[in-house]
Nanobody
Framework: VQLQASGGGLVQPGGSLRLSCAAS????????MAWFRQAPGKQRELVAF???????DYVDSAKGRFTISRDNAKNALYLLMHTLKPDDTAVYYC????????WGQGTLVTVSS
């Protein structure tokens, strides 16, 4: 597998979700990784990134609500999302922060009551 995101679903406003991403080992170990999202009718945007030693940064709308993490032993990337809002509705993708693989299918997050 190159990039496979999972964990999306339908959640009410204020709820939480944890997204997971399985990535090819050699690529994952060599790169800073990131979560991106694409809302309906909008361009794909960066949400959060994490480098090889755990330094992170977030888009302003995600700060304080989302946490990105990685497990280098499992070649896995995570995004823990709290206090979800309707504006967070999007397809979420994982990929390298600077060096990219072909985009996977992503996982759909729908925040709605």
């Amino acid at each position: 597998v190159q990039l496979q995101a999972s964990g999306g679903g339908l959640v009410q406003p204020g709820g939480s979700l944890r997204l997971s991403c399985a990535a090819s080992g050699s690529f994952f170990r060599s790169n800073a990784m990131a979560w991106f999202r694409q809302a309906p009718g909008k361009q794909r945007e960066l949400v959060a990134f994490i480098d090889n030693v755990g330094n992170t940064d977030y888009v302003d709308s995600a700060k304080g609500r989302f946490t990105i993490s990685r497990d280098n032993a499992k070649n896995a990337l995570y995004l823990l999302m709290h206090t979800l809002k309707p504006d967070d509705t999007a397809v979420y993708y994982c990929n390298g922060f600077l060096t990219r693989l072909p985009w996977g299918q992503g996982t759909l997050v729908t925040v709605s009551s």
